[in-house]
Every structure is written in C-alpha cells, then in structure tokens.
C-alpha cells in the first residue's frame, strides 16, 4: 500500500474550475484505477488503465478525464463538467492479471 | 458486469460477540472475491480474500465462505473487539476483467 501515492491529500475547487489529481505507483504494477467515494458510500469505478497510453471508462466517467503516459503515473482531471465533485477520491493499483488491488490513501476535493 | 449487494449496511455488537457480512454476486464468471476494511477517512485496506475454487479461507479471527452455487459469500469476525469498528467492503471480479466492482458497504460497531 505504501506504494501509491495521491497528491494533494485536500484541494478546494472553486465552481468552473478544473482540477488535477495526482497518482504516483512505485510498485510496478501494470494497471490503475481512479475510484470515488462519496459520505457513507461504496466505491464507484471512474477509469481504468491496463497499459501506458491506454485507458477505458468506469461506471462513472462523464465529468473526468485521464492520461496514462508513464506506467507509474495515472493523473486525473476533475473537469468542470462534474457538476458534483465534492468527494474522495481513490487511486489503486495491481499487477497485470493479479487479483489484488492496493489503494492510495486518497485525496478529498471539496467545492467552494 | 457484475453487480454486488451487500447486507446489512449496519451492524452493530458487542464486543466479543461474532459478527457476519453476507454479499451476493449476479456474475457466475466472476472468481476473485475480496473483504476491505477502511477507517474513518483512511483507505480501505485488504484483510482477507478468496477465489472461486476455495470454500473458505480463515486468518485468525477472520474468515470469508463462498457459495458458488447460490452466488454469494460472507465474512465472519469471530471475538469481536473494538478497533474492528470500521465500514466493510465485499467486492468481486470476473475472471476475464481488471475492474473490481464493491458492494456498498456495512458498517461495523462493536460496543464495549
């Protein structure tokens, strides 16, 4: 888990505004994910990246963009289009057709 | 894809009592299935996973069974204490996808 590493761990978004999202993996692991997680919610799968420049969309997509252009390196854009962006968001990671998937510790976007 | 419930969203005993999470899957293919355990504002974190051709694993007082036949599988904490308080995740995968998808969680409070 000490592997991933989200930046920053709090951002303020002011309305209009896009954001971006770090996610940095020492771990070698091939594929990457953006989660969100809303108060007393589950996990809700934004994209997912199993190689470098390749991604595809999650359950809840509209609103974010993504880039894969380094295998450690999975940032991702809030957009202003999410008309609702205030929640957690989770990065994780796991080896190529592994099974186990570590988390980040996650960073909270709140709207102002 | 796959679709989890999970059940209850709440519980709540005491301490030293047994408590049990039961979580359904739609997806026969699906093989992986996982239990995370996250703290108030922490990352959910792996306790104990099982994979479609085990009927039950244990790890001291954690244990997870699978019913590959109704679809379904449960966590049993056994001597209940009072760091077990947290919000628990089932979540399963198919065998030919990268993406995991979670129940909604149930949480958990031993009372002392």
């Known amino acids: 888990d000490g592997g991933i590493t989200q930046s920053p761990k709090y951002l303020f978004r002011k309305e209009g505004q896009n954001v971006t999202l770090s996610c940095e993996q020492n771990?070698?692991?091939?594929?990457m994910y953006w989660y969100r997680q809303d108060p007393g919610q589950g996990l809700r799968l934004i994209y997912y990246s199993q190689i470098v420049n390749d991604f595809q969309k999650g359950d809840i997509a509209e609103g974010y963009s993504v880039s894969r252009e380094k295998k450690e390196s999975f940032p991702l854009t809030v957009t202003s289009a999410q008309k609702n962006p205030t929640a957690f968001y989770l990065c994780a990671s796991t080896i190529l057709l592994g099974n186990t998937i570590y988390f980040g510790e996650g960073s909270w976007l709140t709207v102002v | 894809g796959e679709n989890v419930e999970q059940h209850p969203s709440t519980l709540s005993v005491q301490e030293g009592d047994s408590a049990v999470i039961k979580c359904t899957y739609s997806?026969?293919?699906?093989?992986?299935f996982p239990w995370y355990k996250q703290e108030l504002g922490k990352r959910p974190q792996l306790i104990i996973d099982?994979?479609?051709?085990?009927g039950e694993k244990k790890d001291q007082r954690i244990a997870v069974t699978l019913n590959k036949t109704a679809k379904h599988f449960s966590l049993h904490i056994t001597e209940t204490q009072p760091e077990d308080s947290a919000v628990y995740f089932c979540a399963a995968k198919l065998s030919n996808d990268y993406k995991l998808s979670f129940g909604a969680g149930t949480t958990v409070t031993v009372r002392a």
């Open positions: 099982i994979r479609s051709n085990v």
């Open positions: 771990l070698n692991h091939d594929a």
């Open positions: 997806d026969s293919a699906s093989n992986y």
